[in-house]
Structure formats: structure tokens, C-alpha cells
């Protein structure tokens, strides 16, 4: 799947500057290296021991870790976090990320602490450990003002923010309270177009919201393929869906999505299955269809 996602991802952004983070297991470095180093600018294997639980929970260690040693002596300005359950497409990076402002940082969700920590989950189960990371921030930086939360899932981090934050990278407290509030901290700029809004799945006032609204999630809730068409059919709808875990036909990931396809193909539901299931099927069938805009 991340060589599917890879091979999508240069393709719509020709020019831009790849770099892949491996976290996964040690032992199975070698073949990832062989499979994804082609489609990459560079490769960087994170290879500090850690249970796979430790590097969800902490992500950011491995981001800092791959700044420290690698990432600041390669040419960029802000990455953009892909992961890989994630799908892009339709549009180049550069358009999808147009309104972010140089060293601006982009967090999907950012919010004060206060406001989710009546219902989000890391605010109820954590209380002690949120206590230590609000005395670690006292006693490190003097830092006695509010919390940050988000939802990590699209994240875009300048450089200035990585050259401050790989120095001292905490490993009290969680990645959705630990790196928001250390934008703060460090007096960040922060992008808050609602473009990137998650859904927050612990919300009470958006628990029961459709699918729709649940194109960027933090549940493990796969978005459905009719839910990406739909966005894809929209001149401003979401291009960055997470997670999608399954096969996306090559086909479908097109500019010319017309209104009239969009609509046939919604009626068609249980054939909609099948392209997910039988791609190669699906291709030639609609291979020989022609597709006019008509926007």
C-alpha cells in the first residue's frame, strides 16, 4: 500500500522533495529500503528499540530523531506528514496546502485543551500525567499558560519549529497534547483553516454525524469509497482522507470526475463494492468510457 501511496503522491507532485521515515521493525529495514527507496529522495531508519505502541504514542520522537540526524542537513522549508494509511489526490501538495504562510505550523484540529477535556478520552485517562507535563513545561521553559490539543492526523512542520523541538523532546505526556502545546510555547504561528477540521470522534455534539463528516479520523473509522468521490466531485471538497486503508483504483483518481458519473456511480452501490474488490475488472470496464467535464 505505501508504494501504491508513494507512486500517487510523485505523480501529482513531480518537483517536490520526498523524504520517508521508517519506523517499523528492524528486522525488515533492509526489504523496505529496497522497495521504497526508488520512489523517495531519501530513506531514514529510525532504529531505536521501542514496542510499536511506544512509536504510535510518540510519533514525534521519531520526527525529531529524524531531524536531528538526517532532515536538517537536507534542502526544505516545511514538511508535510503523510502516513501511511492516509490517501491523497487529485491535487498537487502546493495547492492543497496554498493558504499556509511560511513557518506557519498546521495541526489538524488545534484547539485549547480545555475545551475537549471534558469528553476526549487522552484528557480523562491522563489527568496525572497532563499534571506532569504542565510542571514540565514550568520547570523547563516557564511556560504557565494554557494546553493545546489536536487530532494528528495532517500535520505541516516548518523548520523552525523542528529546530527547537529536537533539542529536548519530552517523552512525558501524548503526541496530541504534547506537540500543540509546544508550538505555543515556542510562539508558532498557527493555521487554523477549518479545511482540516477532524472529526472528533469523543464530541458529543458530532458523535452521530454521516460519514460524510468523518473524512479525517482518528478512530480507525475507514472512510467509504463513495464518500471520496463525493469529495473529489466538489471544487473545494477534501482532498486528504484518513484512514483509507484498502486499494484506491487508479482509474477514479482523476481530474475529469463529471457530476453525471458521480451520481451514476452513487446509484450503483453494490457495484461500487466491486471496484474496491475487482480493480482490475473495474478498469477494463470503464476503460473504453469517456469522461467530459462539466464543471
Not at 521515515?21 to 526508488?38: C, M, R, T, V, W
Not at 460524510?212 to 467509504?224: H, M, P, R, S, W
Request: aromatic content about 16%; proline content about 4%.
Amino acid at each position: 500500500m505505501c508504494i501504491e501511496r508513494l507512486n500517487r503522491v510523485r505523480k501529482l507532485n513531480p518537483g517536490t522533495k520526498i523524504f520517508a521515515l521508517y519506523g517499523g521493525d528492524l528486522e525488515s529495514s533492509a526489504i523496505a529500503y529496497k522497495q521504497i527507496s526508488p520512489l523517495v529522495n531519501d530513506f531514514f531508519c529510525y532504529t531505536r528499540q521501542a514496542a510499536s505502541t511506544w512509536k504510535w504514542r510518540n510519533g514525534d520522537q521519531l520526527i525529531a530523531t529524524w531531524y536531528s540526524q538526517r532532515g536538517k542537513f537536507l534542502d526544505w522549508d516545511t514538511i508535510f506528514i503523510m502516513q501511511w494509511d492516509m490517501l491523497v489526490l487529485h491535487d498537487p501538495l502546493c495547492k492543497i496546502f496554498s493558504n499556509l504562510q511560511p513557518n506557519q505550523i498546521l495541526l489538524s484540529g488545534f484547539t485549547p485543551f480545555d475545551r475537549v477535556a471534558d469528553w476526549w478520552g487522552w484528557a480523562i485517562r491522563e489527568k496525572d500525567e497532563v499534571k506532569r507535563f504542565k510542571r514540565y513545561l514550568e520547570q523547563s521553559y516557564g511556560y504557565t499558560g494554557d494546553l493545546y490539543a489536536c487530532l494528528f492526523i495532517i500535520a505541516c512542520l516548518p523548520r523552525v519549529f523542528l529546530s527547537k523541538y529536537s533539542l529536548a523532546v519530552p517523552e512525558i505526556g501524548f503526541i496530541e497534547y504534547r506537540l500543540p502545546t509546544m508550538a505555543k510555547v515556542f510562539n508558532l504561528d498557527v493555521y487554523l483553516g477549518a479545511e482540516f477540521e477532524p472529526w472528533w470522534a469523543a464530541n458529543p455534539n458530532t458523535r452521530n454525524i454521516d460519514k460524510q463528516g468523518k473524512t479525517l479520523n482518528a478512530v480507525g473509522e475507514d472512510i467509504d469509497m463513495l464518500v471520496v468521490l463525493k469529495e473529489l466531485q466538489k471544487s473545494n471538497g477534501r482532498r486528504i482522507f484518513h484512514p483509507y486503508r484498502k486499494h484506491f483504483p487508479e482509474l477514479l483518481d482523476i481530474q475529469l470526475l463529471s457530476t453525471s458519473f458521480f451520481y451514476c456511480y452513487r446509484s450503483m452501490n453494490i457495484f461500487a463494492r466491486f471496484i474496491a474488490v475487482l480493480p482490475t475488472y473495474v478498469k477494463c470496464f470503464f476503460g473504453k468510457l469517456t469522461f467530459i467535464n462539466r464543471q
